[in-house]
T-cell receptor
């Protein structure tokens, strides 16, 4: 298995632009998570899905952030408009053992908003 | 949600056994103790999980005393490649995983 695949690996964009991050979870995994990591705040859970349905989006910072999972093999995290404070590494993770055991993380997308 | 406390950083030398202790004084009956490892420029990687006593796998051992208010991750004979951030988490089956600050382990030659 190729693991959790995220694209792009790096993204540099100008403030105000729309940014879309993509994730392909491991086949058969029914949970998908989006995390954000910064030096100041560490790893933050933004949102998670179960069977393609958003379950908890309480970590999404504000309305500029949105996430979708149109099918079991694809999810997107969109930021519109982007701001410099959104600069971070965004990780996608998936699990087939529920909320609590052994998530598999992707390699992340490093987003820089200038 | 049970809170964990672990050292911010630790140094050790190649070939040594490294023990990282985590305290979780308000752990609940249905909580499990879980450790993740994160290398630079990578996502966290699940290492080990336990409920009580001792759990061992090919990577590490996890020691949990009877009161479960603390736990110790033991890495045998570390190498330079074990330099990473290690996260101690307390999780239950009904809730998502929240990461703390972790312990930055630096292995010296």
């Amino acid at each position: 298995d190729a693991g959790v695949i995220q694209s792009p690996r790096h993204e540099v964009t100008e403030m105000g632009q729309e940014v879309t991050l993509r994730c392909k979870p491991i086949s058969g995994h029914d949970y998908l998570f989006w995390y954000r990591q910064t030096m100041m705040r560490g790893l933050e859970l933004l949102i998670y899905f179960n069977n393609n349905v958003p379950i908890d989006d309480s970590g999404m910072p504000e309305d500029r952030f949105s996430a979708k999972m149109p099918n079991a093999s694809f999810s997107t995290l969109k930021i519109q408009p982007s701001e410099p404070r959104d600069s971070a590494v965004y990780f996608c993770a998936s699990s087939n053992r529920g909320l609590w055991y052994g998530y598999t993380f992707g390699s992340g997308t490093r987003l820089t908003v200038v | 949600l049970a809170k964990t406390t672990q050292p911010i950083s630790m140094d050790s030398y190649e070939g040594q056994e490294v023990n990282i202790t985590c305290s979780h004084n308000n752990i609940a009956t249905n909580d499990y103790i879980t450790w993740y490892q994160q290398f630079p420029s990578q996502g966290p990687r699940f290492i080990i999980q336990g409920y009580k006593t001792k759990v061992t796998n090919e990577v590490a051992s996890l020691f949990i005393p009877a009161d479960r208010k603390s736990s110790t991750l033991s890495l045998p004979r570390v190498s330079l490649s074990d330099t990473a951030v290690y996260y101690c988490l307390v999780v239950n089956r009904d809730d998502k995983i929240i990461f703390g600050k972790g312990t930055r382990l630096h292995i010296l030659p």
